[in-house]
């Protein structure tokens, strides 16, 4: 598809640097991103992601963004905030740090009704929580 072909067109230039870790090269985020992507399959989906600082977290989101899924990006500052999010809403991906390693859990909730085909990206601002 159109966004690991645009990635892999940066061959072996650094694409996410994190501080004491060797860069992960562009080529290497398009595999990556394609293969998570195939676990979410073609269905459009609600995925929610905690927006944590990670390659995990970064890769997540860009999978959805691939597979043309809804994306929630949940601030990962706020624990409950997650979990406020799927009892709301019953996302079908939930990506998130279990037990110190990250998991993307298919399956997770059933949809809460046909998503919009334009819908993309869904962010809370300081006004969405009471």
């Known amino acids: 598809m159109g966004l690991t072909r645009?990635?892999?067109e940066h061959g072996d230039r650094p694409a996410?640097?994190?501080p004491g870790r060797t860069p992960i090269p562009y080529r290497d985020l398009a595999l990556r991103v394609a293969?998570?992507?195939?676990e979410f399959?073609?269905?459009?989906?609600?995925?929610?992601?905690?927006?944590?600082p990670t390659e995990h977290a970064v890769i997540s989101y860009l999978a959805a963004m691939h597979g043309r899924h809804a994306v929630a990006l949940i601030p990962p500052?706020?624990?409950?905030?997650?979990?406020?999010?799927v009892a709301d809403y019953s996302p079908e991906i939930i990506c998130r740090r279990v037990d110190a390693r990250w998991r993307c859990r298919t399956g997770a909730g059933e949809s809460n009704g046909a998503l919009h085909p334009d819908l993309?990206?869904?962010?809370?601002?300081?006004g969405s929580r009471p």
């Open 6 to 8: 645009r990635l892999e």
């Open 16 to 18: 996410l640097i994190f």
């Open 35 to 38: 293969a998570v992507a195939a």
């Open 41 to 52: 399959g073609p269905e459009k989906k609600l995925v929610a992601v905690a927006a944590e």
């Open 77 to 85: 500052c706020d624990a409950s905030a997650l979990d406020d999010f």
């Open 120 to 126: 993309a990206v869904l962010l809370g601002t300081s």
